[in-house]
């Protein structure tokens, strides 16, 4: 992240405030405006899937063609994200997932001299 | 009901609420660590943090920032990510409905996976609570939660700057978004969501502004959908 390009402020202050805003929008469009009216099945159908189609389309690009590396395929990431979903199918449990892949990743970096610990 | 049982619900909130801040502090102060190193002050991280109050919304806004996404699919795909707290919201209504604005204004603020997971849970279970206990459990699951939230970024944001390179930090979102993932993964549905939006996103990434993102994970939410409706139907009544 190091030579990543500098963020310029007013996007951030844009980006701040409005994803705020959004957020608390949809956190209240159903409590807060819906009440005690239902809502559509074929729309809660989809919201169910939201996270679990967003996250993992944002994070696989990362994972195959990591910027650190210029965009090359790299052994200690990919490594970490095997192990890191591998841990997470087995345990069911987040924080030991993370330390699954971190571990994963220090560890393969530095057998690979390219740096960990 | 006596205001005692409306107590003994808050604190009841409060011990579910929890073991939740063993995952919520490294989170809050890993998002810390990666906005001062994309360079924003500590008053930008904070106000984000506070504002938002949202992880995976505020890496993903983060990341894309860094990569010089345009502000308004920066704000798309964020609250793309932030969906769910739309179905949170709606799931929550039928218990929560009924209290009145203020509280459900706050309410909304304060609705985070972890708050969603653990009321949703104790409604289930206690379906004979009434509204003003139910507000007070939601609430005693906010408290252990939500304050550590902001103390961690501004550690995180803090200490931030010390963190050599070889750490690798560039891969903690991946890592973080990952584990969070695979134990959402519940159903046919959820895995089959996941993996078309993977494919969609990787042969998608040639789209300017990251389109790919919002294609892919449309296409995603469309085939667990999908998913979901063909098992009900093939499944014996």
């Known amino acids: 992240m190091t030579d990543a390009a500098q963020i310029d402020t007013t996007q951030l202050w844009v980006v701040i405030v409005g994803l705020g805003l959004g957020s608390f929008g949809l956190r209240f469009v159903f409590t807060g405006l819906i009440g005690d009216r239902t809502i559509p099945e074929w729309l809660l159908r989809h919201l169910r899937y939201t996270a679990v189609a967003v996250l993992p389309a944002l994070v696989a690009p990362l994972v195959l063609w990591p910027a650190a590396t210029g965009g090359t395929p790299d052994l200690a990431r990919g490594a970490a994200a095997c192990a890191t979903v591998l841990a997470g199918l087995l345990l069911r449990n987040v924080l030991a997932s993370i330390i699954a892949g971190a571990g994963t990743l220090w560890i393969v970096l530095w057998l690979t001299g390219g740096g960990g610990l | ?237």
């Open chain 2, 1 to 237: 009901m006596s205001s005692s049982t409306t107590k003994s619900e808050f604190w009841r909130g409060v011990r579910s609420g929890a073991p939740f801040t063993l995952v919520v502090a490294p989170f809050a102060m890993l998002f810390g660590v990666l906005a001062t190193e994309a360079g924003l002050q500590l008053t930008e991280t904070m106000v984000f943090s506070i504002l938002v109050i949202a992880g995976a919304a505020q890496f993903t806004a983060l990341q894309l920032m860094q990569e010089n996404v345009p502000t308004v699919l920066v704000l798309v795909s964020a609250l793309a990510v932030n969906l769910r707290m739309a179905m949170y919201s709606a799931s929550l209504t039928p218990h929560l409905g009924a209290a009145p604005l203020w509280q459900r204004a706050v309410i909304a603020y304060f609705t985070v996976d972890q708050s969603y997971a653990c009321s949703v849970a104790r409604y289930e279970a206690a379906p004979d609570l009434t509204v003003p206990q139910k507000v007070a459990f939601f609430f005693g699951s906010v408290a252990p939660v939500c304050p550590l939230w902001y103390v961690f970024t501004y550690v995180g944001a803090v200490v931030g700057e010390t963190i050599p390179d070889s750490f690798a930090l560039d891969f903690a979102l991946p890592i973080t978004f990952l584990a969070m993932i695979t134990p959402m993964l519940r159903t046919a549905a959820h895995v089959v969501a996941a993996l078309t939006a993977i494919v969609i996103a990787l042969l998608c990434t040639g789209l300017p502004y990251n389109l790919g993102l919002i294609v892919a994970g449309t296409a995603g939410m469309m085939a667990g959908a999908r998913t979901e409706l063909w098992q009900m139907r093939r499944a014996p009544q």
